[in-house]
Each structure stands twice: as structure tokens, then as C-alpha cells.
């Protein structure tokens, strides 16, 4: 589960104000909303990489507020990848175990196994710049859900996608989800995306958050 | 497939860069042809310009490590931090790049005759030694290596480092695991650049650690020693390996800027 409870945030003339929403657990949640209207900082807000200037985060039966981003068990894929330049695909997928000081032969066989359904495992020992977009995001997808996080957060995962990339890797998703029963916060302001993965939908407009529904007005 | 049209607007850009390019030749190619090999050779095996190389390669190198050493957190300080002043402090940081260098050499003579200046020199002195010429040359090697830091960090994006954070770094592990190894080409190009201002130094290190032959002479003091002397031959010798050297460190920093 995914909680927010009455988040405000403020950064400049900007603010978002009173957002209370839940992605139960589990569940594909789809935030949409224009560019720009504050839903790549509600995701940060979720990582702890901003501070809300009130309320509460919930992940799960945890308050992680106040925790560091890195101990609140989520995986966080960004809009565009954000690749560590340097490292392999390889290094990619085990970066969290490594991280968590996991034994070299437990995080070869996480390697392994993420590779595979990723579609990844020809591309292990490449690099990112030798990558096209759907690579870049199958491996960010990946180093996300190495430490089997219970919560996922996608932020425009396939906008920068051409078409023929974006149905296989829009298919990924979706299984990817109901394979691992993580609980997934998708933004996005294509429709297409939303009607295709949603199990329960909100819309981001003027600073608040209400659940909507396909059939109603959504931003195209 | 129509030709382009004449445009005189590059062709002045061409003249005004080739003409400054020619006058950086012709001042090169007069030094080189003023004197003859063997006289340079012969300037070069000189027993007080070999321990000037040996000890500008030294403190060089002390130097530009040094230089990275204080330039990477400043520089990642000053390209990922948000604090109040931060454009003062970058401002200040500035300064030795703009001060004269031989008020940098005053200001270090001065400050090492004050009485937190003499405690220090109790433990290491500094002044009119080795050490006075590798402090005098990091002054101003450190700021053109912070300046190249942090440009390095701001073309670096942040969102990798904190995508770190969320699989479960710290801080410090998201700089040194992601970002370091991703700066590596600026670092060496920080050093590079320390390395080769360092070895260009003159008027501070004259002025604080002083220009004794075999203790604190460096190739510009040799430089400036020969001439005094009237020695031209070795002056031009020391200049032209100074000028060899620099090309050196120039070529190595464009080709590891290339493979970026």
C-alpha cells in the first residue's frame, strides 16, 4: 500500500496542497496530470528525495516520513532511466544487493534471474550509452526491483519510447506487476498508458489528487 | 544540390584566429631556432637544471594531487549543495585565480610570520623550503582544479546519485560508488590542469619559498636565474622543455576529454 496523508509541499510559487490519496496494496496505480503540475515531486516526495512540508508517507503499515530514501523498501525508476554511467548491466542489477553487502553468488544468481524476463540477458556485460530506450528502462526496471522492493514508482517509464518499444515494454510492466504482487505508482499524462495498466486511477490537478476514471475528462 | 554562398562573416573569424594562432607560432619558433640542439643538450645536463626538473616534477605532482584532493568535495559543494552564500563562496574561491601572483607569494610570506604561521612551522616549515613550493604553486593550482570539479559535477545529472539513495546508499556511498567513478575524466583533467599551472609558477614561489639553486629552484626559476646570468641558451632550453611539457599534459587531457 501507498499512503498519502495530507502531503503539502511548497517550492516557490508552486505548491501541492492536502494530497491525500491510497494505492491499495498490490494494485497498479496510474497518477496522470499535465506536465509540469508536480508529479515527478509527489514521486520524489515518496522516495524521500524531497521533504513534504506536511503530513505523512505510508508504505505499507510504515510511517517512512522521516526515513532515509534508502530504508524505505521501494524501487524507484525515473523518467529517464538515470543509468549509472560506468557501470554494466550487470552491475546495474546487482547494485542493491551489492550495496546490502549480499554475497557475490547471491547477487550473480539475482543477476540471472531479473535478466531473463527482463528481456536483458544478451546485454549484461554493456554498457548504457551502448543501450536504446527500452533497454535503458528494462534495466532501470531491473536495479528497481533487484532487492524485491514491496513498492514500485514509475515516473513516465515509457513517454520517451517510440511505439514499437513502448507495447512491449507496456506489457513488461503489467506482468512484471501481477508476477511480483508489487504495489506500483505509475505517472503519466498518456491516457493510452493509464487505460492500459490501471487497476485504480487518480488525477493531479491545480496541487490536489482525486481518483478518477477512464470515462471521465483526462488529459490526453 | 546548390553550393552555399559565400559568407565573409567566417572568413574574418578565420583570419582573426589563424593570426593569433601564427603569433603564438612565431614566438615558439623563434625560441626553438635561437639557439642549436647541442647547445640545448648541453644547457640541459647541467647538474642545477636537472635537480630544477627533478624537483618541478616533484612538486608538481604533489601539487596537482593535492589540488584534487581539496577539489573534488569543494567542487561537488559548490555544484550539488543549496546554501546561503554559496555564490559568495564561489566568488571567494575565485580569488587566487585573479590575484597577482606575486601578492598570492606576499600574502603566504606574511601570513607565515604571524603566530598561527609560526606554529605551523614548527611542525612543517614552509617558508624558503620544498614545502614553501609546493604550498605557493597549490594556492593556485587548487583553484583552476576546484573550477574544473565543478563544472564536472554540474554536467554530471544528480538523478543517478539519487536513485543510488533509494536502493539504499548513503550519501557519501551514492558520491563514491556512482558519481566518482562517472567524474573520473574530469578529475584527471583537474590534476592535469594543477599539474601543468603548477609548473608554470613563478612569482609566488619566488617571492615565499625563494630562488636558492639546488634547494628550491624550479624550471621557471631556473628560467629566470639563466637570464639574469645572461645565460640565454639554458633559459631557452629550460623554456622549450617547459613548453614540451605543457604540450604533453594539453594532448592528455584532450584525449581522455575525447573518450567522455
Not at chain 1, 81 to 100: D, I, K, Q, Y
Not at chain 2, 107 to 120: D, E, K
Not at chain 2, 148 to 159: I, K, N, P, V, Y
Not at chain 2, 229 to 257: D, P, T
Request: net charge positive; with cysteine.
Amino acid at each position: 500500500m501507498i499512503r498519502f496523508d495530507n502531503i503539502g509541499w511548497q517550492a516557490g510559487a508552486f505548491a501541492l496542497k492536502n494530497i491525500s490519496f491510497t494505492v491499495p496494496d498490490g494494485q497498479y496505480g496510474v497518477l496522470m496530470g499535465r506536465t509540469g503540475g508536480g508529479k515527478t515531486s509527489l514521486l520524489e516526495i515518496i522516495c524521500g528525495l524531497r521533504r513534504p512540508t506536511t503530513g505523512s508517507i505510508w508504505l505499507g503499515d510504515r510511517q517512512v516520513t522521516d526515513l532515509a530514501p534508502g530504508e524505505r523498501g521501494l524501487g524507484y525508476v525515473p523518467q529517464d532511466g538515470a543509468l549509472f554511467p560506468t557501470m554494466t548491466v550487470r552491475e546495474h542489477l546487482g547494485f542493491a544487493l551489492r550495496v546490502r553487502r549480499r554475497p557475490a553468488s547471491e547477487i550473480a544468481r539475482r543477476v540471472e534471474e531479473l535478466a531473463g524476463p527482463l528481456g536483458i540477458a544478451a546485454l549484461l556485460d554493456r554498457r548504457p550509452p551502448g543501450l536504446s530506450g527500452g533497454e535503458r528502462q528494462r534495466v532501470a526496471l531491473g536495479r528497481a526491483l533487484a532487492a524485491r522492493p514491496q513498492v514500485l514508482l514509475l515516473d513516465e517509464p515509457l513517454s520517451a519510447l517510440d511505439d514499437d518499444t513502448r507495447e512491449p515494454l507496456a506489457d513488461l510492466l503489467h506482468r512484471v506487476q501481477r508476477e511480483t504482487a508489487v504495489t506500483v505508482l505509475h505517472v503519466t499524462h498518456q491516457r493510452s498508458e493509464a487505460a492500459r495498466l490501471a487497476d485504480v486511477l487518480f488525477r493531479l490537478d491545480a496541487g490536489q489528487v482525486v481518483e478518477s476514471h477512464l470515462n471521465e475528462h483526462l488529459y490526453v | 544540390m546548390s553550393r552555399r554562398a559565400f559568407d565573409p562573416f567566417w572568413l574574418v573569424l578565420g583570419i582573426v584566429t589563424g593570426t593569433y594562432l601564427l603569433f603564438w607560432i612565431g614566438l615558439l619558433g623563434a625560441a626553438a631556432v635561437h639557439s642549436s640542439p647541442y647547445d640545448l643538450w648541453h644547457a640541459l645536463q647541467t647538474r642545477e637544471i636537472r635537480f630544477a626538473i627533478g624537483l618541478s616534477l616533484i612538486t608538481c605532482t604533489l601539487t596537482a594531487g593535492l589540488s584534487l584532493f581539496l577539489a573534488v568535495p569543494v567542487g561537488y559543494l559548490l555544484a550539488r549543495g543549496r546554501f546561503p552564500g554559496r555564490a559568495w563562496l564561489d566568488a571567494a574561491l575565485d580569488i587566487p585565480i585573479v590575484l597577482p601572483p606575486m601578492v598570492v607569494g606576499l600574502c603566504l610570506l606574511i601570513f607565515f610570520q604571524t603566530v598561527v604561521g609560526h606554529l605551523i612551522e614548527c611542525v612543517v616549515p614552509f617558508t624558503y623550503t620544498v614545502a614553501g613550493v609546493v604550498l605557493a604553486q597549490f594556492v593556485i593550482g587548487a583553484a583552476f582544479a576546484v573550477r574544473t570539479m565543478r563544472g564536472t559535477f554540474e554536467h554530471l545529472s544528480e538523478r543517478p546519485e539519487n536513485v543510488a539513495l533509494t536502493l539504499g546508499c548513503t550519501r557519501t556511498r551514492a558520491a563514491w560508488l556512482v558519481t566518482l567513478p562517472a567524474a573520473r575524466r574530469g578529475m584527471f583533467a583537474a590534476a592535469s590542469i594543477a599539474w601543468a599551472r603548477s609548473l608554470g609558477e613563478f612569482g609566488p614561489i619566488l617571492v615565499f619559498a625563494g630562488a636558492t639553486r639546488m634547494k628550491t629552484e624550479v624550471l621557471p626559476t631556473s628560467v629566470w636565474l639563466e637570464l639574469s646570468v645572461g645565460n640565454l641558451e639554458a633559459a631557452i632550453a629550460v623554456s622549450l622543455l617547459m613548453v614540451a611539457l605543457a604540450i604533453v599534459v594539453l594532448a592528455s587531457v584532450r584525449l581522455m576529454g575525447e573518450r567522455v
